[in-house]
Protein backbone atom coordinates (compact mmCIF):
# COMPACT_ATOMS: atom_id res chain seq x y z
CA UNK A 1 0.00 0.00 0.00
CA UNK A 2 1.44 3.55 -0.85
CA UNK A 3 1.77 5.54 1.99
CA UNK A 4 2.50 9.34 2.79
CA UNK A 5 5.07 9.67 5.13
CA UNK A 6 6.94 12.46 6.67
CA UNK A 7 11.13 12.39 7.82
CA UNK A 8 12.56 14.96 9.41
CA UNK A 9 16.78 15.02 9.58
CA UNK A 10 16.51 13.42 5.64
CA UNK A 11 19.48 14.57 4.73
CA UNK A 12 21.42 12.26 6.06
CA UNK A 13 22.41 8.98 7.88
CA UNK A 14 19.27 7.03 8.81
CA UNK A 15 16.96 9.85 8.23
CA UNK A 16 18.36 9.88 4.32
CA UNK A 17 17.45 5.65 4.27
CA UNK A 18 14.19 6.23 5.42
CA UNK A 19 13.55 8.46 2.87
CA UNK A 20 15.43 6.40 0.26
CA UNK A 21 13.83 3.38 0.74
CA UNK A 22 9.95 4.83 1.47
CA UNK A 23 10.63 6.61 -2.26
CA UNK A 24 11.98 3.68 -3.60
CA UNK A 25 8.84 1.27 -2.29
CA UNK A 26 5.97 4.00 -3.80
CA UNK A 27 5.74 6.11 -0.96
CA UNK A 28 4.87 9.76 -0.92
CA UNK A 29 7.90 11.30 1.53
CA UNK A 30 7.82 14.68 2.68
CA UNK A 31 11.93 15.18 3.60
CA UNK A 32 13.29 17.35 5.91
CA UNK A 33 16.15 19.05 5.25
CA UNK A 34 18.83 20.87 7.54
CA UNK A 35 21.93 20.67 5.31
CA UNK A 36 22.35 23.35 3.18
CA UNK A 37 25.72 21.60 1.47
CA UNK A 38 24.82 18.31 1.33
CA UNK A 39 23.57 16.44 -1.79
CA UNK A 40 22.30 13.43 -1.29
CA UNK A 41 18.51 14.40 -0.78
CA UNK A 42 18.88 16.33 -4.37
CA UNK A 43 19.92 13.63 -5.60
CA UNK A 44 17.16 11.27 -4.38
CA UNK A 45 14.71 13.66 -5.13
CA UNK A 46 16.01 13.35 -9.27
CA UNK A 47 15.93 9.50 -8.80
CA UNK A 48 11.96 9.86 -7.75
CA UNK A 49 10.49 13.04 -8.72
CA UNK A 50 7.18 12.03 -8.25
CA UNK A 51 7.65 10.92 -4.53
CA UNK A 52 10.18 13.00 -3.09
CA UNK A 53 9.44 16.17 -1.47
CA UNK A 54 12.50 18.54 0.02
CA UNK A 55 11.40 20.77 2.75
CA UNK A 56 13.75 23.41 4.21
CA UNK A 57 13.33 22.06 8.45
CA UNK A 58 14.81 23.20 11.11
CA UNK A 59 12.99 22.16 14.16
CA UNK A 60 14.87 23.79 16.56
CA UNK A 61 12.49 26.57 15.05
CA UNK A 62 8.95 27.29 15.19
CA UNK A 63 8.25 29.70 12.39
CA UNK A 64 10.86 26.88 10.20
CA UNK A 65 8.50 24.10 11.52
CA UNK A 66 5.31 26.50 10.71
CA UNK A 67 6.94 26.17 7.06
CA UNK A 68 7.48 22.89 6.42
CA UNK A 69 3.95 21.61 7.70
CA UNK A 70 2.42 24.10 5.57
CA UNK A 71 3.82 23.55 2.31
CA UNK A 72 3.49 19.62 3.30
CA UNK A 73 -0.39 20.43 4.10
CA UNK A 74 -0.85 22.39 0.90
CA UNK A 75 0.41 18.92 -0.75
CA UNK A 76 -1.77 16.60 1.72
CA UNK A 77 -4.48 16.35 4.25
CA UNK A 78 -3.21 13.02 5.49
CA UNK A 79 0.33 11.55 6.94
CA UNK A 80 0.23 7.54 7.20
CA UNK A 81 3.53 7.82 9.23
CA UNK A 82 5.81 10.61 10.88
CA UNK A 83 9.06 9.86 11.32
CA UNK A 84 11.19 11.94 13.55
CA UNK A 85 14.63 11.49 13.17
CA UNK A 86 15.99 14.94 13.53
CA UNK A 87 18.60 14.81 16.66
CA UNK A 88 21.99 15.96 17.69
CA UNK A 89 24.52 14.49 20.13
CA UNK A 90 26.59 17.57 20.87
CA UNK A 91 28.19 16.73 24.42
CA UNK A 92 30.32 13.85 23.63
CA UNK A 93 33.48 14.14 25.82
CA UNK A 94 31.63 16.35 28.55
CA UNK A 95 33.22 14.01 30.84
CA UNK A 96 31.14 13.16 34.21
CA UNK A 97 30.09 15.82 36.75
CA UNK A 98 33.60 15.61 38.45
CA UNK A 99 35.18 17.19 35.36
CA UNK A 100 34.26 20.34 35.24
CA UNK A 101 33.55 20.51 31.48
CA UNK A 102 29.51 20.71 31.15
CA UNK A 103 28.96 22.82 28.35
CA UNK A 104 25.30 23.51 29.42
CA UNK A 105 24.33 25.69 25.91
CA UNK A 106 25.57 22.29 23.98
CA UNK A 107 23.35 20.64 26.80
CA UNK A 108 19.99 22.98 25.77
CA UNK A 109 20.56 22.82 22.44
CA UNK A 110 20.12 18.74 22.66
CA UNK A 111 17.11 18.96 24.49
CA UNK A 112 15.53 21.83 22.10
CA UNK A 113 16.29 19.25 18.97
CA UNK A 114 15.93 16.12 20.52
CA UNK A 115 12.94 16.42 22.54
CA UNK A 116 11.13 19.76 22.01
CA UNK A 117 12.05 19.40 18.01
CA UNK A 118 9.76 16.29 17.85
CA UNK A 119 7.06 17.96 19.75
CA UNK A 120 7.27 20.95 17.32
CA UNK A 121 6.84 18.53 14.65
CA UNK A 122 4.54 16.37 15.77
CA UNK A 123 1.82 19.23 16.89
CA UNK A 124 2.37 21.18 13.29
CA UNK A 125 1.07 17.71 11.84
CA UNK A 126 -0.96 15.82 14.25
CA UNK A 127 -4.22 16.37 12.60
CA UNK A 128 -3.12 14.99 9.51
CA UNK A 129 -1.45 12.00 11.13
CA UNK A 130 -4.69 11.07 12.38
CA UNK A 131 -6.00 11.61 9.25
CA UNK A 132 -4.09 9.01 7.60
CA UNK A 133 -4.18 5.46 7.27
CA UNK A 134 -1.71 4.42 10.20
CA UNK A 135 -1.81 7.17 12.33
CA UNK A 136 1.62 5.99 13.52
CA UNK A 137 4.25 8.23 14.79
CA UNK A 138 8.31 7.01 14.94
CA UNK A 139 10.36 9.29 16.87
CA UNK A 140 13.86 7.69 16.86
CA UNK A 141 14.75 7.46 20.39
CA UNK A 142 18.10 5.97 22.08
CA UNK A 143 19.02 3.54 24.59
CA UNK A 144 20.92 6.47 26.29
CA UNK A 145 17.19 7.28 26.89
CA UNK A 146 16.52 4.62 29.45
CA UNK A 147 16.97 5.35 33.22
CA UNK A 148 16.18 1.52 33.88
CA UNK A 149 18.98 0.56 32.17
CA UNK A 150 21.63 3.71 32.50
CA UNK A 151 25.32 3.13 33.20
CA UNK A 152 26.42 6.27 31.66
CA UNK A 153 28.75 9.07 34.17
CA UNK A 154 29.12 11.21 31.08
CA UNK A 155 26.68 12.93 28.23
CA UNK A 156 24.18 13.87 30.35
CA UNK A 157 21.99 16.42 27.89
CA UNK A 158 22.18 13.60 25.34
CA UNK A 159 20.75 11.10 27.69
CA UNK A 160 18.22 13.61 29.00
CA UNK A 161 17.30 14.29 25.82
CA UNK A 162 16.17 11.02 24.96
CA UNK A 163 14.26 10.57 28.41
CA UNK A 164 12.84 13.60 27.78
CA UNK A 165 11.49 12.38 24.18
CA UNK A 166 10.49 9.41 25.73
CA UNK A 167 8.37 11.25 27.78
CA UNK A 168 7.25 13.21 25.39
CA UNK A 169 5.41 10.24 23.48
CA UNK A 170 3.68 8.94 26.37
CA UNK A 171 1.84 12.74 26.97
CA UNK A 172 1.48 12.53 22.59
CA UNK A 173 -0.14 9.19 23.09
CA UNK A 174 -2.16 10.05 25.98
CA UNK A 175 -4.06 12.59 23.59
CA UNK A 176 -4.49 10.31 20.39
CA UNK A 177 -4.85 6.68 21.48
CA UNK A 178 -8.40 7.03 21.78
CA UNK A 179 -8.69 8.51 18.09
CA UNK A 180 -6.96 5.59 17.00
CA UNK A 181 -3.01 7.17 16.80
CA UNK A 182 0.19 5.34 17.59
CA UNK A 183 3.47 6.15 19.51
CA UNK A 184 6.40 4.10 18.85
CA UNK A 185 9.92 5.28 20.15
CA UNK A 186 13.05 3.09 18.48
CA UNK A 187 16.73 2.72 19.15
CA UNK A 188 18.07 2.63 16.02
CA UNK A 189 20.99 0.28 17.29
CA UNK A 190 24.79 1.45 17.76
CA UNK A 191 24.83 2.86 13.99
CA UNK A 192 27.38 4.18 11.84
CA UNK A 193 25.98 8.32 12.13
CA UNK A 194 28.09 11.40 11.53
CA UNK A 195 25.28 12.51 14.32
CA UNK A 196 28.76 13.76 16.55
CA UNK A 197 29.79 16.14 13.74
CA UNK A 198 28.90 19.84 14.14
CA UNK A 199 25.29 21.01 14.09
CA UNK A 200 25.79 24.25 11.90
CA UNK A 201 23.40 23.63 8.93
CA UNK A 202 26.21 25.26 6.30
CA UNK A 203 28.54 22.74 7.39
CA UNK A 204 30.36 20.29 4.39
CA UNK A 205 29.61 17.42 3.93
CA UNK A 206 30.86 14.51 5.64
CA UNK A 207 31.09 10.90 5.03
CA UNK A 208 29.80 8.44 6.79
CA UNK A 209 33.08 6.79 8.94
CA UNK A 210 34.40 3.78 8.12
CA UNK A 211 34.42 1.07 11.10
CA UNK A 212 38.76 1.64 11.22
CA UNK A 213 37.29 5.40 12.53
CA UNK A 214 34.65 4.73 14.27
CA UNK A 215 33.07 1.39 16.02
CA UNK A 216 29.81 0.22 14.96
CA UNK A 217 27.35 -2.25 15.26
CA UNK A 218 24.78 -1.93 12.48
CA UNK A 219 24.46 0.90 9.46
CA UNK A 220 22.12 3.38 8.59
CA UNK A 221 20.55 0.91 5.58
CA UNK A 222 19.75 -1.91 8.29
CA UNK A 223 18.28 0.03 10.66
CA UNK A 224 15.91 1.80 8.38
CA UNK A 225 15.03 -1.76 7.33
CA UNK A 226 14.13 -2.85 10.78
CA UNK A 227 12.51 1.06 11.48
CA UNK A 228 10.26 0.17 8.64
CA UNK A 229 9.03 -4.09 9.35
CA UNK A 230 8.56 -2.60 12.46
CA UNK A 231 6.24 -0.02 11.22
CA UNK A 232 4.15 -2.89 9.09
CA UNK A 233 3.19 -4.25 12.25
CA UNK A 234 3.44 -1.45 14.71
CA UNK A 235 0.43 -2.68 16.68
CA UNK A 236 2.68 -5.04 18.08
CA UNK A 237 4.68 -2.33 19.95
CA UNK A 238 2.42 0.33 20.92
CA UNK A 239 -0.49 -0.38 23.54
CA UNK A 240 -0.95 1.93 26.66
CA UNK A 241 2.00 3.22 26.45
CA UNK A 242 4.27 4.03 23.32
CA UNK A 243 6.37 0.76 22.22
CA UNK A 244 10.33 1.03 23.16
CA UNK A 245 12.20 -0.87 20.85
CA UNK A 246 15.29 -1.65 19.23
CA UNK A 247 15.43 -1.71 15.42
CA UNK A 248 15.37 -4.89 15.58
CA UNK A 249 11.61 -4.97 17.59
CA UNK A 250 13.43 -6.26 21.09
CA UNK A 251 11.89 -4.54 23.48
CA UNK A 252 13.58 -1.53 25.51
CA UNK A 253 13.12 -0.37 29.04
CA UNK A 254 11.97 3.29 30.37
Known sequence: MKKTVVVTGADRGLGYEIARQCAKRGDVVFAGKYRTKWPLLAELAQTYPENVHIIPLDVRYDKSVASAAAYILEHTDKIDILFNVAGVWLSHGSGSILDNK???????????????????????????????????????????????????????????????????SVVVLNNIRNMGGAVLNIHPGWMQSVIGNPADPDAPYVPLPTLEQVKFQTTPERSAEGILHIAEEYDRFSGREPGFVNYLGDPMKY
Not at 102 to 110: L, R
Open 102 to 168: YDYDKMAEEFNVNALGMLRVTQALIVAVLKGFDKLIINISSEAGSITNCKKNDQPGYCMSKAALNMA
